[in-house]
């Protein structure tokens, strides 16, 4: 089984850019077809975006559609979610996980995130 781990959080301003990757140990994340997630305080984790096991084929939602973009190296073993006009209510935890199918975690295995926080 794979152990997530994410990186590049921080904190950004209004209309500024991050880019999170995210990297597995134990099983490598070619394997799987990939996504991001989110978690706002207090709410449900969310699904962000997702891409097939070539890269071929992504998908967002329809509130981050245009502004982020993932993409993966499976031969570095990295998935990575490419934030640009980011908003404040982009603020939220960004976790990675595998998909089972569409937008759904494939498992509750999920790693300690990454925090990103866009100040106005």
């Known amino acids: 089984q794979a152990q997530w781990v994410e990186s590049g959080g921080g904190l950004a301003q209004a209309g500024g850019r991050l880019r999170l990757s995210c990297t597995s140990s134990?099983?490598?994340?070619?394997?799987?077809?990939m996504g991001w997630f989110r978690q706002f305080p207090g709410k449900e984790r969310e699904f962000v975006a997702g891409?097939?096991?070539?890269?071929?084929?992504?998908d967002t939602i329809d509130s981050v559609k245009g502004r982020f973009f993932i993409s993966r190296d499976n031969a570095a073993n990295r998935l990575d979610l490419h934030m640009n006009d980011l908003k404040p209510e982009d603020t939220a935890v960004y976790y990675c996980?595998?998909?089972?199918?569409?937008?759904?975690?494939?498992?509750?295995?999920w790693g300690q995130g990454t925090q990103v926080t866009v100040s106005s």
């Open positions: 996980n595998a998909l089972q199918n569409g937008q759904t975690p494939l498992n509750d295995n």
């Open positions: 891409i097939n096991w070539s890269g071929g084929t992504t």
């Open positions: 134990g099983r490598k994340l070619s394997v799987y077809r």
